[in-house]
């Protein structure tokens, strides 16, 4: 399997250049050349598959044998979902009749990003290994990875990079701008490899630092740059097989075989609480593979730029304070533009431009690049961009999309936490898992859906972080519900202590690229490494 950029300017690159470039060099995003369809006896061959099975199974279909041979990735498999809680890596849980949540959140850091980034550190780890084993010249291949975070992502890559050989990592996070969890998440990693920098300044200073590095060749080339941002292609790749999990554990739990005709009878909605567009970008790629799919919600919080799209066919920022960012409950959602849809976008210009069944043809394919390039250039120059009629239409026969308010999301805590009847079970929700839940509740209304058993429609949310992650706005929701003990109910006990435990951070005075780039040379140098 091969690589091409979204924006049409390069193709063919490998795996492993897809992964270890992130980003194409014309600014692109890459997507598999063609998206690989499943073995005609899926159903039953993976019917009683674990999680890393699966994973093996479906990431061989993106990663050429010749690449990474099926050994070692069986190996990265098992050792990425080794640090996870739960046996069967990503459960799932019954809320109501029909309704269903997966949670994503048992691994090190209780959110999902965590799937997908054990992963990634393993990756790369491996591919610089091979490549060192095999440099004849003496030189020793490297890694600096470095990462802005408003909180999850930075906990999630540190916790997938550390103690990673030939790897360091230096997250910026602005000073006093994260949740406590989150910073005590971050700073209490010890590992050599692993650098906090506390950074005077907001989110967006921390993230025009990074930008600042990434395009400074000489700095760049120094310490080869690497990226885990959202839109590297293994992260999107290692969230599909949770999909494919879903569909299976639940037809397992309801005792029916996948191949049969009862099982083709059921309508699966998957509802994903959306920021990035990365989590439910790897259910279009799981749907697009073959996966039986009636919808994919696309659940927003009130940074809704996704959910205006299919509403008004027009990709608009918003615009206003803080950069037109609202602060809402799930922050981990709270994002102006989101940057993987560009890869969705790249399939409906395609398909907008086709005549049924040519899809495929190269000049399609570049075509398709250059629309994309033009719509990404107006969103740059004119913050705003429209697509033609028939491309919002195809994304219309697969997604859906809800827009969730703070107060919906709040009631819907306590909603779940109080059932009203003898099908409920009740359950604490984390706010963008909320999100995500009354964004289903909302499309059972609207398209007037029967659930499971009464009806043929099951919807699984996808829960993104466990509710201690997110304790202040989980304890508002609650504090007037008798019964609720935040302590009892909810807090894991990794995380008791964990406020007081050891850290290590550095902080950096000014927001300046200058001061950044002198603390990461000298906490290099420190770690023992000379360039
Ligand atoms: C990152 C994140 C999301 C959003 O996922 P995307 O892939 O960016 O759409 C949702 N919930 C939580 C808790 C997250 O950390």
New binding site residues.
């Given amino acids: 399997m091969q690589y091409r950029s979204t924006r049409g300017q390069a193709k063919n690159y490998s795996f492993e250049e897809a992964v270890m470039t992130g980003l194409g060099p014309d600014g692109g995003l890459f997507i598999p050349q063609e998206i690989p369809t499943l073995p005609s006896n899926w159903r039953q061959a993976w019917s009683q598959y674990s999680f890393q099975q699966l994973a093996v199974e479906i990431l061989s279909l993106y990663i050429d044998d010749s690449e990474i041979p099926r050994a070692d990735l069986t190996n990265l498999v098992d050792r990425s979902y080794a640090t996870f809680r739960a046996e069967d890596v990503t459960p799932l849980f019954k809320v109501r009749d029909g309704l269903y949540v997966m949670e994503l959140?048992h691994g090190p850091t209780f959110?999902?990003?965590d799937v997908a980034l054990q992963f990634v550190g393993n990756l790369f780890e491996y591919f610089l290994e091979r490549k060192n084993r095999n440099e004849t010249s003496g030189k020793t291949h490297r890694l600096t990875v470095v990462g802005a975070t408003s909180?999850?992502?930075g906990s999630?890559a540190i916790y997938g990079l550390r103690g990673k050989k030939n790897v360091s990592v230096f997250i910026l996070h602005p000073d006093g701008r994260v949740s406590p969890i989150q910073e005590a998440q971050m700073t209490t990693v010890l590992d050599k490899n692993v650098h906090n920098l506390s950074v005077k300044g907001t989110f967006d200073d921390c993230q025009d630092i990074v930008k600042n590095l990434f395009g400074n060749k000489e700095f760049n080339t120094r310490h080869h740059l690497g990226a885990v941002n959202?839109i590297n292609w293994a992260r999107i790749l290692a969230?599909t097989v949770y999909y494919f999990q879903a569909y299976f554990s639940l037809l397992r739990s309801l005792n029916i075989d996948p191949a049969s005709a009862e099982a083709d009878k059921i309508n699966f909605d998957f509802s994903?609480?959306?920021?990035?567009?990365?989590?439910?970008?790897a259910g279009y790629y799981a749907y697009r593979m073959g996966l039986p799919t009636n919808k994919l919600l696309i659940a927003t919080n009130e940074n809704d730029i996704l959910y205006r799209f299919f509403a008004s066919q027009a990709y608009e920022k918003q615009t206003g304070e803080d950069g037109g960012v609202k602060s809402t409950l799930?922050p981990?959602?709270d994002?102006l533009v989101?940057s993987?849809f560009e890869r969705l976008l790249w399939y409906l210009a395609r398909e907008s431009e086709s005549d049924e069944g040519k899809t495929e043809s190269e000049e399609l394919c570049d075509k398709a690049g250059q629309t994309v390039a033009r719509w990404m250039q107006e969103l740059k120059d004119q913050g705003v961009f429209r697509v033609a009629d028939k491309a919002v239409l195809k994304a219309r026969e697969i997604f859906d999309a809800a827009r969730v308010t703070d107060a919906e999301t709040s009631a819907g805590i306590r909603d779940f936490y109080q059932p009203k009847n003898a099908n409920q079970t009740p359950y604490v929700l984390?706010p963008?898992?909320a999100v995500g839940v009354v964004a289903a509740e909302k499309l059972i209304e609207r398209n007037n859906l029967k659930t499971y058993p009464a009806g043929p429609d099951i919807l699984i949310c996808l829960a993104?972080?466990h509710p201690a992650?997110?304790s202040e706005a989980v304890e508002n929701s609650l504090k007037n519900v008798a019964g609720f003990n935040f302590e009892k109910d909810v807090l894991p006990t990794e995380f008791i202590g964990l406020l007081e435990k050891e850290r290590r951070v550095s902080h950096v005075e000014r927001a300046d690229p200058q001061l950044v780039i002198q603390v990461i040379e000298k906490e290099l140098r420190e770690e023992g490494i000379s360039f």
């Fill in positions: 959140f959110a999902f990003k909180g999850d992502t999630a959202s969230q994903v609480p959306t920021g990035n567009f990365g989590d439910v970008l799930s981990a959602m994002i989101s993987n984390d963008h898992t993104t972080a992650k997110f």
